[in-house]
């Protein structure tokens, strides 16, 4: 037996239609909006968890990358929607941190406060600022296990110069949740 | 501008050359051997951290996949040698976890205690058990960081059934460290 061909992972093909590349973003509702939207129709297409994320330049508001929960789709349980649109945004910038490149910052907006993996490649991935959406507690309401996350994980992250939000549109955050849940969603990691 | 190519992941060209996939691995020896000599390869090659791990079939002693840091080469933060490790694994098994599949429990061996982000990965991955080489305290004092792990984070996994254990050829392990270190390289996260 031989080494293994190369794991390939994308975001499934309607994100384009879903996504305009070219928009500015100006508010954090604004961009939790497409966080949330990448999170329904994830669901509502059925690729995967209810779960939608997306890093923006901070300065200009231009959209860098986006990700949905992949895990199941790509029988790969690292690929949260953080996790994709990490590793997106650092392909498309051809290097393996956001801090401070080109003179830009960078911020992570997704649907859903970040389990303890995706906590840690936040920390990793240079990104100067987290916005969240549904709180940990609505997607453990749901069933979804979030790992070893403690309020001194934030303080961390915190104390190291990362900014973080939350509760950001909660409600439409929390709305695609519930849809997954009536849906019959697969807690993958229940 | 559309969505972006996927992205490709793969462990060096090198791999097939120091791994025979055909052995069975009898002790926690013998398996931290084969992470230390990935980690070895990886900073002697010039392909990456000084960091390797493998999984395998706990019951029969025969290996999985195997993973290296591939951080830098690949221009992704998330690639940590466990990540891609698991990546592998569960792309080799066409499953989105390792948890009893086919009857079998799964085990990851890594030459360096994880960091944040693998801890939680391990807890999504279905490995059952886990076998460290050098401690975190051995990478700290190379200057790599391990990001928000804590005491409770450890006694979180063992709660949940993965059994976790230290130490196992940690000067071996931690001599890669510090050939990383002679040799100059980056301290990718520091």
Not at 19 to 28: L, N, P, T
Not at 64 to 85: Q, Y
Not at 98 to 109: G, Q
Not at 145 to 156: L, M, T
Request: charged share 20%.
């Amino acid at each position: 037996m031989s080494s293994f061909s190369p794991i390939h992972i994308d975001n499934p093909d309607w994100i384009d239609l879903l996504v305009d590349w070219d928009r500015h973003y100006v508010s954090d509702e604004n961009k939790m909006r497409l966080a949330i939207a990448l999170s329904r129709e994830n669901v509502l297409r059925g690729t995967g968890g209810p779960f939608g994320a997306a890093i923006f330049d901070t300065h200009f508001g231009t959209l860098v990358a986006v990700g949905v929960n992949s895990v199941v789709r790509l029988n790969n349980c690292t690929l949260h929607s953080e996790m994709v649109a990490i590793m997106m945004a650092q392909a498309r910038l051809g290097c393996f941190t956001l801090r401070e490149k080109n003179a830009s910052t960078y911020e992570l907006v997704t649907s859903c406060e970040p389990c303890a993996m995706c906590l840690g490649a936040i920390l990793w991935s240079g990104v100067r600022r987290v916005v969240c959406g549904a709180y940990r507690d609505d997607a453990r309401h749901l069933g979804f296990e979030e790992g070893p996350v403690f309020p001194e994980s934030h303080a961390y992250l915190k104390a190291r110069g990362v900014e973080i939000v939350y509760g950001v549109q909660r409600d439409a955050a929390t709305a695609v949740l519930e849809l997954y849940r009536l849906k019959g969603g697969l807690i993958y990691n229940g």
